[in-house]
C-alpha cells in the first residue's frame, strides 16, 4: 500500500465552518431519508420539505441515536443554517489538487479539491490534526463521493469529526460496513448507505465513530 503524506503549508488554510443549528444532526435531507441495512446514526435525523423516512426503528433495519424531525420547524431551519455552511465551505481555497482515491493517504489539515471531480476511499484515510484540535478539513468534489466496503476515516492527533467537511456536488455512497466521519453537504441528488456507520452533520454530543 503506498502511503502519501501531504505536508503543511502544502493546501490553503481551511478555517472553521458553524453549523448552526445543523451540528445536532446525524443525517439532513430534503427529499426524504431512505436506508437499507442496519446503519447506525449518531446524532438527529431530519428532512424538509419532504417528510418521507423509511428503514429505521432499530436492528435489523436502521438506529437513529437522536430526535427524528419530518418536515418540521425545526429541521427546516436546520437546513437553512446547513446551506450557509456549504456556501462558506465551497468560498474557502485555495485546494490543494488530489487525485480520486484517498485510501492509503495520510492528510494534514487543509482545503483539498478533487482533480478528476470525483473522490473514493477505499480502504484507510487518515487525517493527522497535527496536536490541534481546532485543525479543519474541507475536501471538495464536483460530482461524486464513493466509500468502498469496509473503508474507514482514521482520526490522529487531534482531528475532530465535527471539523471535517465534505462538499460534494452530486451525490455520496457509503459502502457496507464502512465507517465514515465528518459532514457531508451535497448540492442535489442523494447521500446513500447500506450497513455504514456514518455522521452527515456533527453533532457534538458524540465523539468520533463507531
Known sequence: MLLMLVLPGSSGAATKVDLGTAASYGVLAGSGVTNTGPSVINGDLGTNPTPAVTGFGGAPNGTVNGVIHQADAAASIAKDDLTTAY?????????????????????????????????????????????????????????TLISASASDIRLINGAQPCQIFWKVGSSATLGTSSDFVGNIRRSSRSRSATRSTFRVVCSPATGPLP
Open 87 to 143: 456556501n462558506d465551505a465551497a468560498g474557502q481555497g485555495p485546494a490543494n489538487a488530489l487525485a480520486t482515491e484517498l485510501g492509503g493517504q495520510t492528510l494534514t489539515p487543509g482545503v483539498y479539491n478533487s482533480g478528476s471531480g470525483t473522490f473514493g476511499i477505499t480502504g484507510t484515510l487518515t487525517l493527522n490534526g497535527q496536536g490541534n484540535s481546532d485543525s479543519v478539513f474541507i475536501f471538495k468534489t464536483a460530482s
